[in-house]
């Protein structure tokens, strides 16, 4: 990998020679980003001492931001929001510090999959399961992982079963279970499937355990996934080194959504301290394309020309405050929230842009005029978040 000059910016320098920035990652395709950004020295040359450490879920990305053993971190987008509604049930020295979102690391990239046994027995979309489930000579319920409450794995999921029929609370159960730990207990029988993040889908059927049936970019097209986060305190006493760290991992996103790096990226993240998997498992999942799951490979496809199952694009990196908006309102949909909850003031508690704003600048990277961009829904409407005189906030679904 080619090493590059460091950046000619003042706070390049805010960390030089300084403590170590700890900053965490689940064992994902997702967290490329930050991975490539030490490999290639993108960290270094902002002159930061960045240590990077492997976690085994969120749930430990979550405590240990939160009480300052993580400065920062690879996380899920619900992971703010869980921070914020948790603060308003509790007193500080019970939650820790509230997180905060400080920049998109990418769209897209998780899936579904189904145990052998489903598969087997015909069922091979949302469509079968739900015949599967509502047969009367079924006696059973099927149990279904996903990663953490607030994860966008565990809405898609829900929106995926809802949407033929199954009720997610009635018809299944749903476990929580870490990333690397899935691909076992669907080995062991324990789910019947699952939605997770790349590589552990398509380890799964490499390994003959299971069968990918949805890519979530169906469900909800470049719908966001995990951000880099960081907790306010840190944000607010270290902004310069922030503002580097924020620059390192968008010339690294520029960098892994290059499809010439393919190869050289998934070498990289094979290596035991960062996923530890085969690199033919992650060139794989890498390079699936809009072509994957169409039963018939001379049909065109039903998506559209710009399809991609997973983004690292740099123009996709903005944290935007309509994100969180539309995961705040599954999660109120679902009676995971208050249906009183104030969706924009959670959403503005949760996102924080000035650094990513002066990062971007620092690189000619345009960034949306206001913290509030619209969020592409499928069947080409719009998610909007708008402010209203008389009401905390006003929201609408159209089309683009």
């Known amino acids: 990998m080619t090493r590059p000059a460091a950046h000619n910016n003042s706070s390049s320098h805010s960390r030089r020679g300084g403590s170590t ?24 040359a ?8 492997r976690q085994i879920g969120w749930a430990n990305v979550r405590d240990k931001l939160a009480y300052g053993h993580l400065d920062a971190s690879h996380a899920l987008l619900g992971l703010p929001l869980e921070s914020a509604l948790s603060a308003d049930c509790a007193p500080p020295h019970v939650h820790g510090e509230e997180v905060i979102a400080v920049m998109s ?13 489903l598969a ?28 953490f409450p607030s994860s966008m794995h565990h809405y898609l999921l829900r929106e995926w079963l809802d949407g033929a029929g199954v009720h997610p609370d009635l018809d299944s159960q749903l476990r929580i279970i870490p990333p690397p730990q899935m691909v076992g207990h669907l080995a062991e029988g324990n789910l019947d499937g699952f939605c997770v993040g790349e590589p552990w889908n398509t380890l799964a059927e490499r390994e003959g355990v299971g069968r990918i049936v949805a ?8 719908h966001p996934e995990k951000v880099l986060a960081t907790n306010r305190r840190w944000a607010a006493h270290h902004s310069a080194a922030l503002t580097s760290l924020i620059r390192a991992a968008l010339r ?7 499809p010439a790096n393919v190869g050289e990226l998934a070498e990289v993240l094979s290596r ?4 530890g998997v085969d690199a033919d498992v992650l060139r794989r999942s890498l390079c699936l394309d809009r072509t994957f799951g169409v039963c018939n490979a001379r049909a065109p496809s039903h998506r559209p ?18 994100h969180m908006a539309w995961l705040l309102e599954q999660m109120i949909r679902w009676g995971h929230a208050a249906s009183d909850t104030d969706v924009m003031a959670t959403a503005d508690r949760c996102t924080e842009s000035s650094a990513y704003r002066a990062a971007a600048g620092s690189l000619g990277i345009a960034c949306p005029g206001d913290e509030y961009p619209p969020m592409a829904l499928r069947g080409g409407r719009l998610f909007e978040v708008k402010g209203d005189v008389g009401r905390a906030m006003a929201m609408s679904i159209r089309e683009s």
Request: charged share 20%; with cysteine.
């Open 21 to 44: 920035i700890r900053v965490g990652f689940v064992p994902l395709i997702d967290a490329a980003p930050l991975i490539a950004a030490e490999r290639l020295g993108f960290f270094a």
């Open 272 to 275: 035991p301290q960062y996923i």
């Open 305 to 322: 020309a710009d399809w991609k199952m997973r983004s690292f694009a740099v123009a996709d990196t903005f944290p935007s405050r309509t």
């Open 252 to 258: 690294a996103c520029a960098w892994c959504n290059d």
């Open 46 to 53: 902002e002159g930061l001492h960045v240590g990077l450490e």
């Open 105 to 117: 690391l990418s769209e897209g990239g998780n899936a579904i999959t189904l145990s052998r046994e």
């Open 215 to 222: 890519l979530t970019s169906d469900i909800v097209p470049a």
């Open 120 to 147: 087997e027995a015909g069922v091979n979309s949302a469509a079968t399961l739900s015949k599967w489930v509502h047969d009367s000579h079924n006696d059973r319920t099927p149990v279904f992982g996903h990663v």
